[in-house]
């Protein structure tokens, strides 16, 4: 029997200047899906290749860009928005008792407040549609902590109870909410995170001084970042399912990773886990 064709979606994706998020982008559009895709700096625009994909600003920590990259995609799109892939996000290493205010500031408004806002503005749009998905790009450090990413562990955990309730909250609505659960994934997400630690861990006066280095030489270290690394085309698999399916999952992993930790978290008590996930991470040096 003949695949039913695709129905075309539009479809908003922040995040998309490099890795997942661009990867994500082109994927759909090849799809035939209306995408729009969104960047968090304005030079980003000016210099953006993919001229079959309509591109603007939007920087999640500041709710007036979020504002105006919304309202300049539903000019794009003729005011109707299918579907939202919340992906723009980084990562902070560093020991949680090195974590200032500032620092965990930081990763949430760009992980988990910016997220929730443009979330929250396009939610309307989907109720009065009768149809929406919400797809966020979570990690399996959503459900497993690992040593020194006390940061991004918590803004991870953070979005997904807030993806698990809003999930129920609109049953019935039309609009279904996914989270995507990826463990390592080629990507920019090393730069970006050793950007971070830099402005926000304090590294010389740290008692982790010593790990930190170690952690600094694996960031700037070439090649994948840890074993069973996939390209960001394993995310878009999922997304696309996400989308495009009439029953589109609560969850979708991605990675090994990502389905062993799963499975032993709910075969192991929590000292045997903690011993697992200390041995993953080689003592946070990974």
Not at 116 to 130: D, E, F, H, S, Y
Not at 257 to 285: C, E, H, I, K, N
């Amino acid at each position: 029997m003949a695949k039913p064709p695709i129905v075309a979606r539009s479809i908003l994706i922040t995040g998309c200047s490099s890795g997942i998020g661009l990867c994500v982008a082109r994927g759909l559009a090849d799809r035939g899906h209306r995408v729009v895709a969104s960047v968090r700096d304005a030079d980003d625009v000016a210099r953006w290749p993919h001229p079959d994909i309509p591109v603007v600003w939007l920087d999640l920590n500041d709710d007036a860009s979020i504002d105006a990259g919304l309202a300049a995609t539903l000019k794009v799109t003729g005011g109707r928005l299918d579907a939202l892939f919340n992906n723009g996000a980084f990562g902070l290493p560093g020991a949680v008792e090195d974590l200032s205010r500032d620092a965990l500031r930081a990763q949430f408004e760009t992980n988990v407040f910016g997220w929730q806002v443009l979330t929250n503005r396009v939610i309307p749009l989907m109720r009065a549609q009768g149809f929406g998905r919400i797809i966020q790009n979570s990690s399996v450090l959503g459900f497993a902590a690992l040593p020194f990413r006390g940061a991004y562990v918590a803004s991870k955990f953070a979005l997904e109870g807030l993806s698990d309730t809003l999930r129920m909250e609109l049953k019935g609505t039309g609009i279904a909410v996914s989270l995507i659960e990826p463990g390592p994934i080629e990507s920019r997400f090393r730069a970006n995170a050793q950007a971070a630690f830099t402005r926000f861990i304090p590294l010389e006066t740290s008692v982790h001084a010593n790990a930190y280095q170690k952690q600094l030489a694996r960031l700037s270290k070439p090649g994948p970042a840890a074993p069973f690394t996939l390209p960001p085309e394993a995310v878009l698999k999922r997304v696309i399912h996400a989308l495009e399916s009439p029953r589109p999952q609560a969850r979708y992993p991605v990675t090994v990773p990502t389905y062993l930790f799963a499975t032993l978290r709910r075969l192991l008590p929590t000292r045997a886990m903690d011993w697992v996930l200390l041995q993953a991470s080689g003592g946070g040096r990974r």
